[in-house]
């Protein structure tokens, strides 16, 4: 099992939308130097002016106690609600880190996606906001930790410990894709647990609404399908490919096209569609995820007319009842040892640095008014 792997973002000129675009509307200029979209944005701000105090007054009663996880994005915290004693996890991007690696985009898709999307496995955002110097993301505390912890820890799962998790990722990525929302960024690392065990996707930063296909390529090498190394374009069927390659990873402790664990060598690997099957996965578990492997993405498994029902009724998960799926009544395979609501035992240790980020501009400011 490798060490926890990093996302990316690619943007070429032949796989970017926004190198396709012809040009960009002109904007008029005011006399005290603004252009529309920024007096556009002042305004939408102070016509939410009370929702930003009541959004600030939020900010100032959480205690911010201990970082549980950090990336190119910034950090999350665990934060303790001082009025209700309530735990909740505060994401924070440093305004100007965002801006200058060009996710300002990437991380105004997450806040429109989430805010717009409730489900049992999918993490819930309550609020966002902005100061000087950061942007916040309020979500549920999940005490449980990342899904790859116990994955490294334990090397290896069995099949109903892997289906488990698997069926809760289905009834999420079939909830997101009947709003024409691609995840692009399945892997351990993005599935947390709760207190009870129960799985649920975080992250959305690579999340995106689309009608037909994007070409931007992004997502994390071991898990990105054949179409976005090609840079064809890409679609819902991008995200059933990942779930393949989670259960192989589940049952193998190693992704497929990575087993020297050199990434250089995936391409190649995914291209020509080279795995060496390990005699632990039964014939029945192979044939499905090779179906989800398929080259060409309109023949995988999940992209036809029917669906995520096209997976569901694969004959691996043929005494699974998915309504008790959704209803959270199947008994969790693993039981995370929370000793209280705001217990970090299951996260590891992140140095808290957060707060020395500089503060914005007031153009980088401006490009968030409404966050």
């Not at 959704?326 to 609501?341: D, E, G, L, T």
């Amino acid at each position: 099992m490798t060490s926890s792997r990093l996302s990316v973002h690619y943007v070429n000129s032949g796989a970017s939308i926004t190198s396709r675009t012809t040009g960009s509307p002109r904007l008029s200029t005011h006399a005290n130097g603004e252009s529309d979209t920024v007096l556009i944005a002042k305004k939408l701000s102070s016509l939410s002016l009370t929702e930003r105090e009541e959004k600030q007054h939020a900010l100032d009663r959480l205690e911010m106690l201990k970082t549980v996880g950090t990336g190119s994005y910034g950090h999350v915290l665990v934060v303790r609600d001082r009025e209700t004693s309530t735990y909740y996890a505060l994401k924070i991007f440093s305004i100007t880190h965002v801006v200058h690696s060009r996710q300002t985009e990437h991380v105004k898709s997450e806040k429109e996606i989430l805010s717009a999307i409730k489900h049992p496995f999918i993490v819930r955002l309550y609020w966002t906001h902005h100061s000087d110097q950061f942007l916040y993301m309020l979500f549920d505390y999940l005490p449980g930790g990342e899904l790859f912890s116990y994955m490294r820890r334990k090397g290896t799962f069995d099949l109903k410990t892997s289906l488990f998790y698997i069926c809760e990722i289905i009834l999420a990525f079939e909830y997101l894709h009947s709003l024409q929302i691609i995840y692009r960024d399945l892997k351990p690392e993005n599935i947390l647990l709760d207190a009870e065990g129960h799985s649920k996707v975080v992250d959305f930063g690579f999340a995106k609404k689309i009608l037909n296909k994007t070409f931007t390529t992004c997502g994390t090498p071991d898990y990105l399908s054949p179409e976005l190394f090609k840079n064809t374009g890409h679609n819902k069927s991008t995200d059933w490919w990942s779930l393949g390659i989670l259960l192989f990873e589940m049952l193998t402790g190693g992704t497929p096209f990575n087993p020297n664990q050199n990434e250089s060598e995936i391409p190649g690997r995914v291209l020509a569609g080279r795995i060496t099957w390990p005699r632990t996965i039964d014939e029945q578990t192979k044939a499905f995820i090779k179906k989800l492997l398929i080259q060409n993405p309109d023949k995988r498994l999940g992209a036809g007319r029917n669906g995520s029902r096209e997976i569901k009724e694969q004959p691996i998960f043929a005494s699974i009842r998915w309504d008790d799926v959704y209803a959270r009544k199947s008994k969790p395979p693993i039981v995370p040892a929370v000793k209280h609501p705001g217990d970090t035992s299951c996260f590891d240790q992140y140095p808290e640095d957060w707060r020395s980020a500089p503060f914005a501009s007031d153009k980088e400011l401006d490009l968030f008014a409404d966050f």
